[in-house]
């Protein structure tokens, strides 16, 4: 793994998405019909293209204590760019529990960096960024795509870009021995195919302050792992941001009888005259979801 992870961010953003892409065709067997064209050509340069390639930049300017607490900031941005966006306004159970599962994740990693630099950050920041507005424009657009196809073609879109800025920048990728084929096949299956499908079926079905609130896991799983895999120390500290981890995917939780989403005005009665066909129509939110 070494090889691969000694690449640039283009390289490793295109495999990434390449191996994810063919798993997904593979399953979907479907193509892309009206607008779909263009939306998983934007969704693909927004959720793959432009975040794998800045996520792996912060990786290589950043401690990985840092980058991951930087992102931790994520349901943050994912709540208000889907304020911004969709008129979602922030509950303030989703609002609490991205601030108390932020300061779990920065409890838990604290004094395990060397130093932050600018560039780092501003990657983080731009990841952040492009994948929330992503992640909300795909919650939108549920109609006229299954999650399975969607994602097929985001990250066959995304991957595309990838390429050739890949082969012009970087070159081509190292050889891989055993090892590394293994680890591929892990990330090709469950952590791209199997890890955005989920996602993005969970950002149809639930708000989208929730679905990010889950991301919270990610820093902790890592903490585990280092734990049980490399013999990191655990401690009291890790421990108590665990706990403020899980307390705030708990506050952010759908409560029992709770809309999905917040409220939205409603849309315009149909006209009398427009007969049965337009009643699915008038129940359409300003969102582009229906009731």
Known sequence: MRGQLARGPFVRGAGAAQRGEHVEL??????????????SALLGLLNTAAFFVLL????????????????AASPLALLLTAWALAGQRPRRAHLAGSVVGLAGVALALAGTGEGIGWAGLAASAAAMLVSSVGYVLAARWREGADPLTATAWQLTAGGLVLLPLAAAAEGAPPPADGPTLLAFGYTTVVATALAFTCWFAGLRHLPAGTVGLLGLLNPL????LGTALDGDPFGVRQGAGLALVVAGILLGRPRAGAAAEPAAE??????????PEAGPAAARLPSGRTT
């Open 221 to 224: 799983t890592g903490v585990l």
């Open 56 to 71: 792996y930049l912060a990786s290589q300017l950043l401690p990985t204590s840092a980058a991951a607490t930087l992102m």
């Open 266 to 275: 409603p849309a315009p009665a149909a006209e009398p005259s427009a007969g």
């Open 26 to 39: 593979a399953l979907a067997r479907r193509r892309p019909h009206g607008a779909w064209w263009w939306r």
